[in-house]
């Protein structure tokens, strides 16, 4: 079946330290991967995505590469920042754009 | 504000009891999905509309639960009889027309509690 493995939280790091959140997958075929980050309060959004193998998905500095070999999707960040505190979702697309979850990283940022 | 909007936030209620929750989407999105989110862990996919019509159920979608969208714009989620292990967070999102479209907008959930 269809699964998303994140790496355990929380993780806790310095502003401006260099960010990896580890995320792998479980799919058959080559779905469409996606980070979500919810920040306190507020719903889900999306982050960034990428729909095929060696694609780069970007966004507000955070990157992720899709790949097939290692189905991984790792989220980085070179220097994080306070604000980028919050709940980080991995996640693939199972058909009529219905996702599968992995059970969320929660980042805290200390100044 | 033209984001997804649920209602209420917050529900507390004794278990056996009934609740409807409501999701208003994004005007002009035409697909809207429900998901379920218990702590600790991501959403969970429960159902989505396609305008008016409900598409897929997933199988965590007992008898007890029900949603509607009778109009295509807003939907409703109802639990019948409802069991402490309903606790969650009930999340609706939604998305636009458009192929290859793949952005989904999340509300910020209704928090269910069964006491």
């Known amino acids: 079946g269809n699964s998303v493995t994140q790496m355990e939280g929380p993780v806790t790091l310095s502003e401006e330290a260099f960010l990896t959140i580890n995320c792998t997958y479980t799919a058959t075929g080559y779905p469409s991967l996606f980070w979500y980050v919810q920040y306190p309060g507020e719903g889900l959004q999306l982050l960034l995505k990428a729909t095929k193998a060696d694609d780069k998905g970007s966004n507000k500095g955070f990157e992720a590469t899709y790949r097939k070999e290692t189905t991984s999707f790792h989220l980085e960040k070179g220097s994080v920042q306070v604000s980028d505190s919050a709940v980080y979702f991995c996640?693939?697309?199972?058909?009529?754009?219905?996702?599968?979850f992995g059970q969320g990283t929660r980042l805290t940022i200390n100044p | 504000d033209t984001g997804v909007s649920q209602n209420p936030r917050h529900k507390i209620t004794k278990r056996g009891q009934n609740v409807t929750f409501r999701c208003d989407p994004i005007s002009e999105h035409n697909r809207l999905y429900w998901y379920r989110q218990t702590l600790g862990q991501g959403p969970e996919f429960l159902t989505y509309f396609q305008n008016e019509a409900q598409l897929e159920k997933s199988r965590l979608l007992s008898d007890r639960f029900s949603a509607e969208r009778p109009k295509g714009s807003f939907s409703t989620l109802e639990i019948q009889r409802t069991e402490q292990g309903d606790s969650a967070m009930y999340l609706c999102a939604s998305l636009a027309p458009g192929l290859g479209n793949e952005k989904l907008f999340f509300g910020s959930g209704t928090q269910l509690s069964v006491l």
């Open positions: 996640a693939l697309k199972r058909g009529a754009q219905k996702l599968v």
